[in-house]
């Protein structure tokens, strides 16, 4: 259960959704969490309550595509800890449009959350990541990177681009201690996913695609990312881990 005793996160996008939960159970298995979240409220509020709950976290008002945020989310984890042993790059955000119809404006900001903020922490920790000599990288990816639904084509071009980051970085960052994999959710209800999850039809069609029949739940991800950056994945670097119920895998 404490597998990850002592060690030191950060997770993005963690005041809500998959981030929460991912951030809560990294916290539950023994790690001090450091929440980088858009929304300030939604980020004290996550480390409230995980210290509520005996753990460990700070909570800081990061946007994932400015540098300055990003850059002083790092400083403030040098200063308290030295090191990183633990990044998952979770923010992430979607913009419903036909790809004739999507302005280069929601283009460009789907890429900056989705790519250019994973790129950002995965280069920007680097120093911190190295002197852990143990380091994690998890990117939360998508199955819809290897499979379209309309009017996702931007969403999943950059959860496309997200998992050959993750391969080819997982080739660079092995010779100094850090692997590098990525988690590909299928279907889980969150504030992303509540508005069209939520219209029976739709949802409906969804199950009937999975073979496990149901949607997931944020805390079946989480647990996927605490294996992942733990030491019973010591030898898992470059994969890509579905979870998804079945979903990818059927015709
Ligand atoms: N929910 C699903 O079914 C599902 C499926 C596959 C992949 N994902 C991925 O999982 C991740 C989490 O999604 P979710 O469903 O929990 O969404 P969510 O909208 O519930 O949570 C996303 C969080 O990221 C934060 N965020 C957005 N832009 C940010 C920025 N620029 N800087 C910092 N934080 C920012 C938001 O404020 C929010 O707290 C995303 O990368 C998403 O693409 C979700």
Known sequence: MRCLEGRVALVSGAGNGLGRAIAKAL??????????????VAASRVAAEICEEGGAATGHA???????????????VDVAHGRLDILVNNAG????????????????TIREVNLDGVVRLARGSFELLR?????????????????GMRQLVAYSTT????????KALSVEYAGFGIRVNAVCPGFVETAMTARVLRIPAFSKALVDKTPMRRFGRPEE??????????????????????????????L
């Open 131 to 147: 002197r852990s000599g143990n380091a994690s990288i998890v990117n939360v990816a998508s199955i819809l990177a290897e499979h």
């Open 93 to 108: 955000m979607n913009v419903r449009a036909d790809f004739r119809h999507l302005s280069e404006a929601d283009w460009n």
């Open 62 to 76: 990061v946007d994932v595509t400015l540098g300055q945020d990003v850059a002083a989310l790092l400083r403030a």
């Open 159 to 166: 959860k496309g681009a997200v998992i050959a980051l993750t």
């Open 221 to 250: 991800i989480a647990a996927v990312v605490v294996f992942l950056s733990s030491d019973a994945a010591s030898f898992v670097t470059g994969a890509t881990l579905a979870v998804d119920g079945g979903m990818s895998a059927q």
């Open 27 to 40: 916290a539950s298995s023994g790690a001090h969490v450091h929440i980088a979240e858009v929304d300030a």
